[in-house]
């Protein structure tokens, strides 16, 4: 009896930390609103001028490795993102979502604007107003 009750208990914890609500548990999603009515110049690069909004800022929490992000416009348009990692100084660019996870590390603060220009694959971004979410993953 004591073998069965046993058995039983493990498999609640089991059941309980492949629940749902666990799973919930490891997902962490924020979201920031920009416009570019907000915007700034940013300098010039090889003789292109970058407009870009403010910057949303993001920063892990313990036990946080990854961040996913979007950025949805009005125009419906995809948008170039530029994200800087200022505490691990390190930056990357990305049109509309990031094609995968990025690392972060726990002193990293995350700012990420939007910015009207050019995607790697030529896209055209259009910047209006709209959001920019993190999903931070353990």
């Known amino acids: 009896m004591r073998k069965v009750a046993t058995i039983l208990a493990a498999g609640l914890v089991a059941a309980s930390l492949l629940s749902p609500a666990n799973a919930a548990d490891t997902r962490r999603t924020v979201t ?3 416009s570019i009515t907000s915007g700034f110049l940013t300098g010039s690069t090889q003789g292109s001028i ?5 910057w949303a800022l993001f920063t892990p929490r313990a036990g946080e490795t990854h961040i996913s992000l979007s950025i949805e416009d009005a125009s419906g348009r995809p948008v170039l993102g530029k994200v800087f990692f200022v505490g691990s100084d390190r930056d990357t660019e990305f049109c509309s979502a990031t094609d995968r996870p990025l690392r972060v590390r726990p002193r990293d603060d995350i700012y990420v604007g939007a910015y009207i220009g ?9 910047v209006t107003t709209g959001t920019i979410t993190a999903t931070f993953t353990k």
């Open 32 to 34: 920031e609103t920009y």
């Open 50 to 54: 970058q407009i870009g909004t403010n």
């Open 118 to 126: 050019t995607c790697a694959d030529g896209t055209v971004s259009v």
